[in-house]
C-alpha cells in the first residue's frame, strides 16, 4: 500500500502563479483534508472532504480552492500564490466518517512550497 | 509542556531515560486525543490515542495520560532511543460539528543524546 501520496516534494512559484497541490489516497477512505504547517505553528487545517463531491473550509481556507470528484483524489489549489502562503502542505485521510473507533489521520509526506 | 503560545517547548534526555512531553488543550468537549511523531522532512506518524472515558492507554515503549479535570495530555516514553527524537505533537476532537476535524497543537522537540 502506497498510503497517501502527495506530489511534489518541492515547489518555487512566483507571486501571482497558480499550481495545484496533488494527493492521493489508496485507503479507500472517505475523509480526507489538507492541513499546512508553519513554524511554531503546529498544524493548521485548510479545507476538509467527507466523500466525493463534499468539500468544506477548515480553519484558513483563504486562497486555497479543494475539490472531490473521486475518493482516491483530493487536489490542493492555488489560484494567485502569495508569499504568505510559503509553507510546507499535508494532506491527511481517515477510515472512518460514522464510527468513533478509528479517526486517526494518516498522512502524506508533504509539499513543501515557497513563493517569492 | 505543548500548549497553544509562541515558542516551540523542547526536551533533551539522554539514550535510555525516560520522556514526558506534555500538552495543554484549552477545549472540555474534546472526546479524543492523539499524539503525532514527526521526523525531520517527514508528515506526522500516529503514536497513540485515546478517548475522554480513559485515563490511561499503553502502547509498546509509550504510555499516554489524560487529566480532563486540568485539561492536561502526556505522552511517557520509556527507555528513550536516538531514534526516538522528533517533533511530538498531539492533537484534539471536538467531536459534534467538528467531527473529524484534528485540532493541533504547535509541538515538542525531543531530542535525544547517546
Known amino acids: 500500500n502506497a498510503g497517501v501520496t502527495q506530489t511534489p516534494k518541492f515547489q518555487v512559484l512566483k507571486t501571482g502563479q497558480s499550481m495545484t497541490l496533488q494527493c492521493a489516497q489508496d485507503m479507500n477512505h472517505e475523509y480526507m483534508s489538507w492541513y499546512r504547517q508553519d513554524p511554531g505553528m503546529g498544524l493548521r487545517l485548510i479545507h476538509y472532504?467527507?466523500?466525493?463531491?463534499?468539500?468544506d473550509q477548515g480553519e484558513v481556507p483563504n486562497g486555497y480552492n479543494v475539490s472531490r470528484s473521486t475518493t482516491e483524489d483530493f487536489p490542493l489549489r492555488l489560484l494567485s500564490a502569495a508569499p504568505s502562503q510559503t509553507s510546507v502542505y499535508f494532506c491527511?485521510?481517515?477510515?472512518?466518517?460514522?464510527?468513533?473507533?478509528?479517526?486517526?489521520?494518516?498522512f502524506g509526506s508533504g509539499t513543501q512550497l515557497s513563493v517569492l | 509542556g505543548e500548549s497553544v503560545g509562541l515558542h516551540l517547548p523542547t526536551l533533551s534526555v539522554q539514550e535510555g531515560d525516560n520522556s514526558i512531553i506534555n500538552c495543554a488543550y484549552s477545549n472540555s468537549a474534546s472526546d479524543y486525543f492523539i499524539w503525532y511523531k514527526q521526523e525531520s522532512g517527514k508528515g506526522p506518524q500516529f503514536i497513540i490515542d485515546i478517548r475522554s472515558n480513559m485515563d490511561k492507554r499503553q502502547g509498546q515503549r509509550v504510555t499516554v495520560l489524560l487529566n480532563k479535570t486540568v485539561k492536561h495530555l502526556s505522552l511517557q516514553i520509556a527507555a528513550t532511543q536516538p531514534g526516538d527524537s522528533a517533533v511530538y505533537f498531539c492533537?484534539?476532537?471536538?467531536?459534534?460539528?467538528?467531527?473529524?476535524?484534528?485540532?493541533f497543537g504547535q509541538g515538542t522537540i525531543l531530542t535525544v543524546h547517546p
Open positions: 472532504s467527507v466523500g466525493a463531491g463534499i468539500t
Open positions: 492533537a484534539e476532537n471536538a467531536g459534534g460539528t467538528s467531527y473529524g476535524k484534528l485540532t
Open positions: 491527511a485521510s481517515r477510515q472512518t466518517l460514522t464510527g468513533r473507533s478509528n479517526e486517526k489521520l494518516f
